[in-house]
């Protein structure tokens, strides 16, 4: 069923500056609905992302106080949002390198906090914004601007950093696609209800920097690829086993 | 009461309105920190006068991963309606620089203590400098302005806090409390006065947030949670905090705005004061703790009939142009002491422009000792017009 979700976007935001087969509007859209499906008060909400790409989804989107903070920074902010005023819900969207690379060291201390934020990595194994070069979670061989012959630097799992460096048995950490839009929604409303912290790892494809790069035809190859690779399991230890080449093992964690 | 200049300092924090702490520990800072983790928690967020309406109802203290996290924690917690402070010394100071131009960018208020020790890097941790003068001016790269105190007593180290907290309110920048170890540490008799005004943060208003109310003063600064629909960002922005990264006016806006709010309002800004000047042939311009030492040696001096005065600076930043611009024609040698290697003495010269009538004299010391009285006495009294002076 089509929702109107207008009310939850600021018109002037429009037009969206993702690039064609970006999987970030598709990422938008399913946080803006399963905020609207668990009649959450936007107003009482605060959405806080990094720099790149991923930062732009909630800044400045969504009508509703937004907070576009430093490169790699975004979680340290929304912890001093949370701790001063837990009466609000605080939520972090940002990119895989904004929040592996450079933000790291936040994110990890975030879990080992079990501070109840929800953080969402839109994952697209690249730096987006600056123009497609290496990321923390480009996988082995891919072609980045920086990586012109394949990486081959190991990537991060970011399910099993963020699993590892958690307090809580009972942190939310799930992993999905953008092209399991039903899952997704269902993951995000989990994400925003459970009481401590949660993290939900989305892989948005990047078609213009990674795509071209690394022989995908077209944007549409490469969200359907989202479907044939996922590998989906409900058991924590298969994070921990999963090897299987060029799949990406989906599902939830922890929580 | 007899305290050391870092609990005053927190004292000061206290009673200006602060209710949330974020740090990292590094010496010589360490103790506001300390005194913070015990106090904070307990300490109830008043009802009215700006608080956050939503607040637990007490202060909230964390240590973060580090000092980039510190400084992001403290802006995001002022955004959700604290007022809010962190300190540290010269390698945390590095760390914040980025955090520091967000703070100026999204115009929040913030109080940042720098404990300064000698540096560059991790120097000598335990000992006192003035090394972070321009540092903390030009740190983050931009143009902008903001607001430093140097204080020289504990008392100040209570009083300047206070004004710190009422200068962000006011002007919505992040404004420094640039001590030194010397003050840091140093214990003495301090009167905790109640009747210094606090500005509160404004309640909920309907201006554009990223605007100018009157008088080159930005509109008061909003809270979350309130259904404004806030858009605060460090990228270049209109007044509502719409990005506008393409658009040569509004960035031209925007850092003009930033400027003038402090500039065209130094005058209500800027504090010194002066001892023995007006019929001075010499002024010793000094500040922090080295402003202790220039005194006793202006009054040593006037005891041998030098006519010796001392102008001591109370806020560095904005600089006080106009005072050596409007200076009494007495004066013919300028000695400017400082625990670095000659920074605040630029400003100084610059200033005083084509006014060349008087010699400008610095006095550098960079081991991590005070300058003591003798030294600056020694330059009162000697007839050599070396224009350097170190000491070795
Ligand atoms: C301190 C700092 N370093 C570097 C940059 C440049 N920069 C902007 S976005 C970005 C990478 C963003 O990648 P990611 O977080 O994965 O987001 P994406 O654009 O891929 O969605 C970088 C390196 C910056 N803005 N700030
Ligand atoms: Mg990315």
Redesign the interface.
């Known amino acids: 069923m089509l929702k109107n979700l207008d009310k939850y976007i600021r018109p002037e935001s429009f037009p969206t500056p993702f690039c064609t087969g970006c999987g970030h509007g598709i990422l938008m859209g399913a946080i803006l609905r399963a905020i609207d499906e668990l009649e959450l008060d936007i107003d009482r909400m605060v959405f806080v992302s990094g720099i790149g790409c991923a930062a732009w989804i909630p800044s400045p989107h969504f009508a509703a106080d937004t907070i576009h903070t430093t490169h790699g920074r975004p979680v340290a902010f929304a912890t001093g949002i949370k701790l001063f005023n837990p009466k609000l819900k605080v939520v972090v969207v940002s990119g895989d390198g904004d929040l592996s690379a450079i933000g790291g060291n936040h994110l990890i201390h975030a879990a080992r906090r079990n501070i109840n934020l929800t953080i969402i990595c839109a994952n697209n194994n690249i730096y987006g914004m600056t123009g497609g070069q290496l990321a923390p979670t480009t996988p082995i061989g891919a072609r980045t601007s920086t990586t012109p012959a394949g990486s081959s630097e190991p990537p991060f799992d970011l399910c099993k950093l963020v699993l590892g460096a958690s307090s809580s048995d009972n942190a939310y950490v799930a992993r999905t696609t953008v092209w399991h839009t039903r899952e997704l929604i269902k993951y995000l409303k989990k994400a925003f209800s459970v009481p401590g912290f949660s993290f939900l790892e989305v892989i948005s494809p990047c078609y213009t920097h990674f795509g071209r790069r690394n022989k995908y035809a077209s944007p549409a190859e490469m969200i359907l690829d989202l479907k044939d690779s996922a590998v989906r399991t409900k058991k924590q230890e298969d994070l921990f086993t999963f090897k299987e080449k060029n799949k990406i093992l989906i599902g939830e964690f922890s929580g | 009461m007899y305290l050391q200049g870092n609990q005053a300092c927190v004292l000061g924090a206290l009673k200006a309105g602060c ?2 702490y ?1 740090g990292y520990p590094i010496t010589p800072s360490s103790e506001i920190m300390e005194e913070m983790a015990k106090t904070l928690p307990k300490y109830p967020c008043p009802a009215e006068g700006g608080a ?1 309406p ?3 109802g007490n202060g ?1 203290f ?1 240590q ?3 000092e ?3 400084l ?11 007022k ?1 402070m962190t300190a540290t010394s010269g390698p945390g100071l590095a760390l914040m620089l ?2 520091i131009g ?1 703070a100026v960018m999204t115009e929040t208020p913030c109080v940042i203590v720098n404990v300064q020790r000698a540096g560059p890097s991790t120097g000598q941790a335990t000992k006192p400098a003035s090394g972070d003068v321009m540092s903390v001016r030009w740190g983050a790269p931009g143009d902008y302005e903001i607001i430093a105190f140097s204080p020289w007593s504990v008392q100040e180290m209570y009083e300047f806090t206070i004004k710190a907290f009422n200068l962000a309110e006011t002007y919505r920048v992040p404004v420094f409390l640039l001590a030194d170890e010397a003050v840091g540490h140093l214990k003495e008799t301090v009167e905790l006065k109640e009747d210094i005004p606090v500005i509160p943060r404004a309640g909920k208003s309907e201006t554009p947030p990223f605007s100018n109310a009157a008088n080159n003063l930005p509109s008061p600064m909003p809270m ?12 270049t922005h209109d007044e509502w ?3 506008r990264t393409q658009a040569p006016e509004a960035h031209a806006v925007l850092i003009n705005r930033f400027c003038d709010k402090i500039r065209k309002n130094a005058e209500k800004i800027v504090e010194w004061e002066t001892y023995e000047s007006e019929d001075a042939e010499i002024l010793v311009v000094a500040y922090g703790f080295t402003a202790r030492s220039a005194l006793r040696a202006v009054r040593l001096a006037r005891e041998k009939g030098i006519k010796a005065g001392l102008l001591r600076l109370k806020t560095l930043w904005p600089f006080p142009e106009k005072i050596f611009q409007e200076m009494t024609p007495s004066v013919k040698k300028i000695i400017v002491p400082e625990m670095n290697q000659g920074q605040l003495i630029r400003e100084i010269q610059s200033a005083l422009g084509g006014l060349i009538r008087c010699e400008v004299i610095p006095y550098h010391k960079t081991n991590g000792q005070v300058i003591t009285p003798d030294e600056i006495l020694a330059l009162l009294t000697t007839k050599s017009t070396k224009n350097t002076k170190d000491y070795e």
């Open positions: 209710r949330f974020a956050c939503d607040s637990v909230v964390v973060m991963e580090d980039i996290g510190s992001a924690a403290v802006i995001g917690a002022v955004w959700a309606g604290a809010a980025e955090n967000y979350f949670g309130q259904g404004r629909k806030l858009s605060v960002t460090g990228s905090g719409y990005r």
